[in-house]
């Protein structure tokens, strides 16, 4: 593919061209159908990207804290596990290794007959089972130290989002609940249009792009006024229809996905009402806030949801 | 002290959870050698830089402090450290009933060898621009290099996956007229 574009499109998903440029670029994709499959195709991998889970255990996340906390060490934490240096040592732990490998290959033999009937497998200390974590309830908070420490800790505590999760898959992995399970994204109970839903992430997907391109303007730049205008633009298209869209999800009892439009509506609303050249504590002020309520990766986990959802 | 704690507490609670998880895309696995080392990098951040850096500055230094750990790990061959992880893998509790657990795990083995395939930079560079939503410039604070750089490090990233994805689809659908 020889198309002088295709660079452009990979900063285009990242919200990293100019107005000008993201205008020319977008104009081009409508005529080059390669462009837009490559376009499809950095989104798709993006996806797979982040859909990775890590295995961290909320007692880990706990423990760590707890040994940072407890003060200056002379030694790393790792290097206890690690240090030991001898070959004595070393062939001892081959041994353990060797033992835990045997007893874990006769466990698993023997479960694997039993399993069928065993609807859950819980072995993890954690109270409650992951699948119903719930945001401002994360587990590893329980245990730590100064769980009342952290009150903002989670913007999502002041969040609409708390409401029962009728769409489970969409939330944004927030630190603590990486583990938590995700269940299957199955068809929700209250049916919304594929139009709708269509059309939901569409426009999760140019908020999100709106949202960072906002981030990259500078403001100390000579095109800074240009750019601006045209994020004011697209943000007054985007209030109407996040409007409309925000009235067929509460109509649909989707509480997940209208409470994300509320979020979104009062800083598409101030985008949109921005002067042809703001002050800076003012555009700093829009940023903050939606980095602070985690608008940018809310969307994208849920029109990558809805996306998901509708194939 | 007491507020300088709950500062960091709340930067442990946000950060930890991603930077094990850029830890463990980086090596390519090896979760508990990357919660080692997260750990670690928290470790330093209190112990040393912490109070002196601006809070927001903070992530941008864990990030770079990490990122420098898991290179010196490349550098070592150290098979019992897999060795030991396997086991700890094998042993990890589950909650999650054994098909979501084995549909989770391939989607990571998958997400994890795709990414073994690139060069050490890009693959940084991707992780931090996909996973943890950097800009190119704080991409390029935490790395080191030029926004320029950046945003050819991610190019080529990507452009290279896809290659390499379309290959392999190219692959089965041969193999499926095959059968």
């Avoid at chain 1, 499109?9 to 107005?19: N, Q, T, V």
């Avoid at chain 1, 835990?100 to 033999?109: A, M, T």
């Avoid at chain 1, 072995?123 to 590893?140: C, D, L, M, Y």
């Avoid at chain 1, 609409?160 to 489970?168: S, Y």
């Amino acid at each position: 593919m020889n198309c002088s574009f295709t660079e452009k499109i990979s900063s285009l998903i990242d919200g990293e061209l100019s107005a000008t440029q993201a205008r020319e670029v977008e104009r081009h994709l409508l005529t080059c159908s390669d462009c837009e499959q490559l376009r499809a195709d950095f989104l798709n991998l993006r996806s797979q990207i982040t859909s990775f889970e890590t295995s961290l255990q909320p007692e880990v996340q706990n423990r760590a804290l707890k040994k940072i906390l407890a003060g200056p060490r002379r030694a790393p934490a790792r290097g206890l596990q690690w240090n030991f240096g001898t070959q004595a040592l070393g062939f001892a732990m081959l041994l353990i290794v060797a033992a835990i490998i045997g007893f874990v290959v006769y466990q698993k033999s023997n479960n694997q007959r039993g399993q069928k009937d065993v609807a859950v497998v819980v072995q993890t200390p954690s109270p409650v089972p992951a699948a119903t974590i719930e945001h401002g309830k994360q587990p590893n908070a329980k245990e730590s130290p100064e769980p009342q420490t952290s009150p903002n800790k989670n913007n999502e505590d002041k969040s609409p989002r708390q409401a029962p999760n009728k769409r489970p898959i969409v939330r944004e992995p927030k630190p603590g609940e990486q583990f938590a399970t995700i269940p299957e994204p199955t068809i929700p109970g209250p049916v919304r249009s594929a139009d709708a839903e269509t059309m939901t992430a569409m426009h999760f997907e140019t908020s999100e792009r709106l949202l960072l391109a906002f981030k990259n303007v500078r403001l100390d730049e000579p095109t800074a006024a240009e750019e601006v205008g045209y994020e004011r633009k697209r943000a007054k298209q985007l209030v109407y229809q996040n409007m409309l869209l925000k009235r067929e999800a509460d109509a649909a009892g989707d509480v997940q996905i209208s409470s994300l439009l509320e979020n979104l509506e009062p800083i598409l609303i101030d985008i949109a009402n921005l002067p042809d050249r703001p002050d800076e504590n003012t555009v700093r002020a829009i940023r903050e806030r939606v980095e602070r309520k985690n608008i940018v990766g809310l969307l994208r986990v849920n029109s990558m949801a809805l996306a998901r959802a509708l194939d | 002290m007491a507020s300088e704690d709950e500062e960091f507490t709340m930067l442990f609670q946000d950060f930890y959870p991603s930077l094990c998880r850029f830890l463990e895309c980086l090596l390519g696995g090896r979760a508990p050698l990357a919660q080692d080392l997260a750990q670690e990098s928290f470790l330093q951040l209190h112990r040393t830089a912490w109070g002196t850096l601006p809070v927001g500055e903070a992530r941008f230094w864990l990030y770079r402090v990490a990122r420098n750990m898991a290179i010196n790990e490349f550098r070592k061959s150290n098979t019992r450290y897999r060795l030991f992880d396997r086991v700890v893998e094998v042993m990890r509790p589950r909650a999650r009933n054994p098909e979501q657990e084995y549909e989770v795990q391939e989607r990571n083995a998958m997400v994890l060898e795709m990414l073994q395939t690139l060069p050490e930079d890009q693959r940084a560079a991707l992780l931090l621009r996909e996973q943890e939503q950097l800009s190119y410039r704080e991409i390029g604070q935490v790395l080191n290099i030029s926004e320029s750089k950046v945003k050819i490090d991610i190019f080529r990233a990507r452009a290279s996956l896809r290659e390499r994805l379309s290959k392999l689809s190219g692959i089965s659908r041969v193999a499926r007229i095959g059968n």
